[in-house]
T-cell receptor, first 113, second 111 residues
Framework: NAGVTQTPKFQVLKTGQSMTLQCAQD?????MSWYRQDPGMGLRLIHY???????DQGEVPNGYNVSRSTTEDFPLRLLSAAPSQTSVYFC????????????FGPGTRLTVT | QKEVEQDPGPLSVPEGAIVSLNCTYS??????FMWYRQYSRKGPELLMY????GNKEDGRFTAQVDKSSKYISLFIRDSQPSDSATYLC???????????FGQGTRLTINP
């Protein structure tokens, strides 16, 4: 049982490039979410999904797209990277929709130059 | 004004001390309150979870919620160097599908 896995661990992009951050969980959790963590800002919700085929926006969705075609996977796409998207990105999953406990992945450190 | 405010610290205390970590919030509809612990360069992990007001104890950790004051606390007794981490509070409105996190407090326990 690997829990929540994220790839890559580190990434450097140039402004304007696009990329996909991968997230997968093997716990059959319905709820999955993406956060970004910046110094002094805590964790901010980007997008979330309550099940396959269902996604919704969080607090800071601009510049990011998501889709959920399977229960296991929830990729985050950066459409045209900007330096303001330099951050640490965490994927999380939760059984059901009560959010009583979220399991976080190890994070992806992204730098946009 | 942020919905959830948390002093970012850093907070440094000697081993064995009692640590008090706090968050204030503005949304009176929050019903679920959580504390997450995050070690350096790792993802957060759930430490404590409470519903509505009151206290909850788990070993050396006690979570308190005072809804009248919109104030939550996490107490760590007999603090250990292994407790050194960033502690994040999080809250949720009943029925909502989002958590709102505080900024996190960086804590160091000195041997």
């Amino acid at each position: 049982n690997a829990g929540v896995t994220q790839t890559p661990k580190f990434q450097v992009l140039k402004t304007g490039q696009s990329m996909t951050l991968q997230c997968a969980q093997d716990m059959n959790h319905e709820y999955m979410s993406w956060y970004r963590q910046d110094p002094g800002m805590g964790l901010r919700l980007i997008h979330y999904s309550v099940g396959a085929g269902i996604t919704d926006q969080g607090e800071v969705p601009n510049g990011y797209n998501v889709s959920r075609s399977t229960t296991e996977d929830f990729p985050l796409r950066l459409l045209s990277a900007a330096p303001s998207q330099t951050s640490v990105y965490f994927c999380a999953s939760s059984p059901g929709q009560g959010l009583y406990e979220q399991y976080f992945g190890p994070g992806t450190r992204l730098t946009v130059t | 004004q942020k919905e959830v405010e948390q002093d970012p610290g850093p907070l440094s205390v000697p081993e064995g001390a009692i640590v008090s970590l706090n968050c204030t919030y503005s949304n009176s509809a929050f019903q679920y309150f959580m504390w997450y612990r995050q070690y350096s360069r790792k993802g957060p992990e759930l430490l404590m979870y409470t519903y509505s007001s009151g206290n909850k104890e788990d070993g050396r950790f006690t979570a308190q919620v005072d809804k009248s004051s919109k104030y939550i606390s996490l107490f760590i007794r007999d603090s250990q160097p292994s407790d050194s981490a960033t502690y994040l509070c999080a809250m949720r409105v009943q029925g909502a599908q989002k958590l709102v996190f505080g900024q996190g407090t960086r804590l160091t326990i000195n041997p």
